[in-house]
């Protein structure tokens, strides 16, 4: 249904705006508006790109690939237990493997500059999307696991009805989906968004190149992105059989709450020393495999 | 008993704040009268039960008479450590002896395994603090290795006991004893009892210098004092033979039974290799001593496992081996006087300096190497009989040949303190006679089990393997 | 209600073996202690005897949950050290290892099919011991070594509550030795160590060598 669609794209309109926000306010200064973000990425779309004589077409071409990449994906993801715009059996890898496309067009236009620094965000944001990867498609198997359906609006339709232990799995793999869309993101503590030292950048290094239209197009693609993770923890939370009056209200009050907690965390949370990433990022594993465990005992395969 | 251990804790806390040595050595008198009277009564009451947990049955009566004798000379071996060599602390180091021996009681008496189990804790909080007496920063690291690792021991073995205590039915109003342990393991999921054996394994291991806990046993024998590295290394481990004799007993007639016996199979023979390396580096004579008793309790595991006429000579090889092991930690005192170190590559012409110290240690070596006429002569040789009768004969070769190079190290390092040339200054200080002859004594008591044939205590051992 | 305990501890687990400063296993140690004193609470409410219960509910708040962080925290004050040597194995090694040991325990609960213990007990119990037990391996220094003392604790008491809920007696001789273990480990530890050592690595902790 084209609601849930239009839905996650109206959020990330707001979402980053609200983080700043709360981020500002945690600082004591009154910030900048709830609008600023999308303002910004507007006056880029108005000017020229500036392309490197080094850089070849895969450069030009990246951002869209990423944008285009982030909406197709969001064709498969659900809203208040109706249909999603497509589905088929097996989506969810699909879903993963477009973010990975997006996520892997950026890293190869990053080394097409030849910049240092650029290889050197690529090659810490290959290391980190390699490690989040496991934990997604562990919470996915799980969920695919107890419903024994393989497609998003499948999963979701049948996912809050199966057992009382339902809503603790919902919150074990919203913890999850929030720390992975925080690292999916380039948030803290695995990047920080507000440094300028190159050095410690992971992914706004890889974007240093990027001018004009093409990097309005990158901050939209991150925007997209939270919009996507926030409409996946609604599933996550809301059962599916409420009223899409209901649905919508839930949404926004997920899309807010979860904007105030990633500017709170941001503000209050140190970014990790680089070694201490690779750990910190198997922890999300650890946690789908927690969840693994639980789901388990809620089916009975054990105990 | 229970005026025992009155008397015992009355006599204790005396202890712990006397500090004129006479009125000490009065009470420690009378702590072993005390408990020779309950050897006697214990020994007149075979196979009652007091107190509801304590039984005396043949393990209990052979183990309290060995600790008599031993408790009788560590007393005597302290008192002259105390006041001739070093007079720090002499009322919290007896009070510890006497609380550690007590506790000892405790274990070899019980017949209830939570009650066992606590006696053993008591034995690790008392043993600490005698390993504390010197107070220097080695003593403090080997107090600290050995109270944490033996807590950790403690720990596993009580998540082993838990395991027994599932299968325990909630319904009747069954407790811990062995007896009624043994009953109920018969109908009892095996896994439950192979996990539980193991996990209290390697948490008894850690008392009976076995693999894989045997480390705190060998440290802590190094830094104590020596009076108390004869206790801990043979009345201590006595216990641990006791802890693991009767958990061997509950599954002995389950279908684990044989997979149990495999298990200490397996750990006696890593441990008897563990030792065999160590023992051929080592320096250090209280520490190769107590790798030789790591060795020794390796054959004990392996004559448990085996079964059979081997239970029996596991029982002498105890009886032996404390003596000998005992008469040789408190011989080590000696040598350290007349040293002034325990370094083995210093020592040397031990014969000439010092005559009667230097038979003790020369008969001991005869002992430990188990030649005829030594009590462990008779031991070993039932183990190799029994391993050839069962036809195991990779076991038998691989102990055989760890074994040889045990005894070659032994034997040769404790040879050389006798013959070999000193490289140190020989202290004028002259060891003490009596304690000598105490020792004498003691070896001879081992020797004695090689030309027992029958009498009062095989019928005790007999009564024990039933 | 159990479960959701069971979780958050299982989860708090997880951060133990990836936690580096002091303050951090001292916060996960005490998040332990009233996670079991919950745990104790809907366990052995069921049971008739009034008094063990309350005996042993004030005992895992009061020492679990307050009294073990506190001495915890002045053994910290008293170190000139607050973090994990770099020595030690990796964090990412020890996360594989204790999500081995996760994976170890669920199978040997499988195995233990038959029997009164629910099974979920028997999952984190083991689970805690494991861990407890890679915590004392992978580290060098005494603090750690402390910590995973006390968390293998935890899961010997978890099981505890399992079996025990018919039998107080095995509890309470639980109890005993959590007393005996913290009184005197940590005791010892505060009093003599943390001032006879100043930097309490267990490296040098070595000298009784061959």
Known sequence: MMVGYLLMLISSIFFLGIVNRIKSIASGRKGSSVLQPFRDVLKLFKKGAVYSETSSLLFRVAPTVAIVAVLTSMLVVPFAGGNAVFSFSGDFVFFAYMLALGRFTMIIAALDTGSSFEGMGANRETLYGLLVEPAFFVMMGVLAMITGLTSFTEIFKAFNTIGDYSLLLGLLFSYLVILIAMVENSRLPVDDPKTHLELTMVHEVMILDNSGFDLGLIHLTTFLKFGLYSMILTNLLVPPTWAIGYQVVCFTAVVAVFSVLVGLLESFRARNKMGKNPPYLLTLTALGLLGLIVALLIIQKIA | MLYFFIISTVLIVVMAFTRNALFSKVLSLLFVANLSFLVVHAFCKKGATELVYFTFDGVGVIMLGLMLVVAAAAYVHSYYYLTHESDRGIPLYIAGLTGLLTSLVGVYLSNNLIVLWVFLEATTLTVSVLIYHHRSTHALEATWKYVFVSSIGIALAYMGILFLGAIVSPSDDITLSFSSLEALAANANPAYLRIAFLFALVGFSTKMELFPMHTVGIDANTIAPPPISAVISTLMVNSGFVAIYRLLDIVDGTVVGQWASNVLIFSGILSVLIAATYLLKSNNLKRMLAYSTLENMGLVAIALGIGGVARYAAFVHIIAHTFLKSALFFQVRQVHTTFGTYDLAKMGGYLRTYSAGAMVVLLGAIGIAAFPPSGLFVSELLIFKSLLLEQRWTIFVVTVLVLLFCIYAIVQKLLLILYAKETVAVTGVRPSVYLSIIQLLLVGFSFVVFFARDGLVLSLINDAIK | ?210
């Open chain 3, 1 to 210: 209600m159990n479960i959701v305990i069971i979780v958050l501890f299982g989860v708090t687990l997880m951060y133990v073996s990836v936690a580096e400063r002091f303050d951090t296993y001292v916060k996960l140690v005490a998040i332990q202690g009233i996670l079991l004193f919950f745990l104790a609470f809907s366990e052995l409410s069921g049971s008739k005897d009034m008094a063990s219960l309350v005996f042993v509910v004030t005992e895992t708040l009061v020492f679990k949950a307050i009294a073990v962080p506190l001495l915890l925290r002045s053994i910290i004050k008293k170190m000139r050290v607050a973090k994990v040597h770099t020595k030690a194995l990796p964090a990412f090694y020890s996360l594989l290892l204790v999500l081995f040991a996760m994976g170890v325990s669920v199978v040997l609960a499988d195995m233990l099919k038959i029997g009164r213990i629910e099974k979920t007990f028997m999952i984190a119990a083991l689970f805690t011991v494991f861990t407890g037990l890679i915590l004392v391996i992978a580290h060098k220094k005494i603090f750690p070594h402390l910590v995973g003392f006390l968390v293998l604790e935890n899961g010997v008491f978890m099981f505890s509550l399992a079996v025990g809920s018919e039998m107080p007696f095995l509890v309470n001789s639980g109890i005993l030795l959590d007393l005996f273990a913290s009184v005197l480990i940590l005791g010892l530890f505060a009093s003599r160590i943390g001032k006879r050592l100043n930097d309490p690595n267990v490296e040098e902790l070595s000298t009784l060598k061959d």
